[in-house]
């Protein structure tokens, strides 16, 4: 099986459903005829995380992120730094081939990251939505409450405490979540009439969403990107097991992006 495999694949996974001719789904190093001989799939294609790949056996990488850091591969301006430009060394001197696997993951239902965030956050099934955005029957639970719901949801990745913008006595019936850095909270009051909103640290305009939350009494939790994305970097681990049961893959866990210092810490 060659790393071409891999990503035919998973493009074959979006044959029902219209996938955009201008994706970053594409490879980003390394030859598509190279034989794999082990998967790895991580949220971020950091060094580390290659690093840790090639000691698992792995010579193929599927990255959600981009691997430098631009997510149309406007690759020219960041290269002129030594720094990743020493990146890129290791990455060909590796042999790795690095394969972006982000728009289909976005969208592809069930075992794609909308539906998997709201798994991870135990939310039942979705009421409303669209492509990126789910809606759910909260039950009528206090803000609070449902903050503290999630946070619980996301300390096993590295975020044990969420923001809460807005008054956490607010009853909720209608949350929405979104994807990664798509979670629009303005579209969502408009279009889904909902009490609250959960939304990455990078997906919202965060002075004035955070500003109309409070003021118009529909609050927000506030999650990191990375932590609403890795249970579906793990879903997408294990399709890629059961559809290459001869290849290891190895999924490399990824935690929340920041750590919280207080004054005494």
Known sequence: MKAQDVQDYLQSLARHWEYPTDTVDTFKAGDPQVVARGIAVGWMSYTWALQRALDLGCNVFITHEPTYYS??????DILRLASVR???RFIEESGLA????????????????PDSWGQLLA???AIDGDTYIRVYDAGGRRAGDLARHVARCTAAYGQP?????????????????????ITPYLECVKRFAIDLAICTDDGMDY??????????DIPIIVVNHMVSEEIGLQRLAETLSRQFPTVPVHHIAQRCMYRLFGGSD
């Open 71 to 76: 997510h149309w591969d406007n690759d020219q």
């Open 86 to 88: 020493a990146k890129k």
């Open 98 to 113: 690095i394969i972006r696997c982000h728009d289909l993951w976005d969208q592809i239902k069930d075992i794609g990251i």
């Open 123 to 125: 939310l039942g099934k």
């Open 161 to 181: 405490g969420v923001q809460l913008i807005g008054s956490e006595e607010k009853i909720i019936r209608r949350v929405s979540i979104g994807t990664g850095a």
């Open 207 to 216: 002075w004035r969403d955070g500003a109309f939350a409070i003021d118009m």
